[in-house]
C-alpha cells in the first residue's frame, strides 16, 4: 500500500507541476477580457491647409480624419448631439484638440459615461456623435486615432492627456474652454 501511495504522491506532483507549466504559458482570464478596449494608431500628415471646400478626388488617410485640409473655422468646444462635419473637426485637431465620436450603436447608457468623462475635464475637447462608427467609440488627435470598442475611463484618459495641447498649431489652453 505504501509503494502505490508513494506512486501516486509522485504521480500527482508530475500533473501538478505540467498544469503549472500549461497555466503559465495561458493568460489569466478570457481573452475577451483581457483585450485592450482602444487600438491606438498614428498617421502621416496630410497637410494642415485652410480650404472653402474639400476637393472632391481628396481621401483623408484614417476614419475619422486626424490630418489634412480643413475648414477655416473649428467646431466651439463643446459636446454635440448631431454629427459635426470633418473638414471642421479637423481643425480642432489642429489646435491641439481632442475630438471624441461615438457610433449610432453605441449603448445611451456608454454615452452618458463619456458624458461624465468629458465633463471632468472638458478644456479642448469636442465630443459628438458619428453614426458611421457603429459600435465603436473613436478618439483623435493631431495624427492618432483611437479606436475603441467600449469605454474605458483609463484609456480615454491616456489618450487626452498623451495627445491633448499639442497640435501643430498651439493654441493657449484658456482659448480652448467649453463654449469657445
Not at 480624419?65 to 485637431?93: D, K, M
Not at 495624427?143 to 493657449?172: I, Q
Amino acid at each position: 500500500m505504501a509503494d502505490f501511495e508513494g506512486h501516486l504522491l509522485i504521480t500527482l506532483a508530475r500533473i501538478a507541476s505540467i498544469a503549472l507549466a500549461v497555466a503559465a504559458l495561458v493568460p489569466v482570464g478570457s481573452a475577451r477580457a483581457a483585450a485592450a478596449p482602444c487600438v491606438v494608431k498614428a498617421f502621416p500628415s496630410q497637410g494642415r491647409q485652410h480650404v472653402a471646400a474639400l476637393d472632391p478626388s481628396f481621401d483623408y488617410n484614417s476614419f475619422p480624419p486626424t490630418s489634412g485640409p480643413h475648414y477655416p473655422l473649428p467646431a466651439a468646444w463643446n459636446p454635440y448631439t448631431r454629427e459635426v462635419p470633418q473638414a471642421v473637426l479637423v481643425h480642432n485637431l489642429e489646435h491641439g484638440g481632442v475630438v471624441v465620436q461615438f457610433g449610432a450603436a453605441v449603448p445611451r447608457t456608454t454615452v452618458r459615461k463619456i458624458f461624465a468623462w468629458y465633463l471632468a475635464d472638458p478644456d479642448g475637447i469636442v465630443l459628438a456623435p458619428l453614426p458611421q462608427l457603429g459600435k465603436r467609440i473613436a478618439l483623435t488627435a493631431w495624427r492618432h486615432l483611437a479606436t475603441c470598442t467600449r469605454f474605458d475611463v483609463t484609456a480615454f484618459g491616456a489618450f487626452r492627456d498623451s495627445y491633448r495641447f499639442k497640435g501643430p498649431e498651439r493654441v493657449p489652453r484658456s482659448a480652448m474652454k467649453p463654449g469657445q
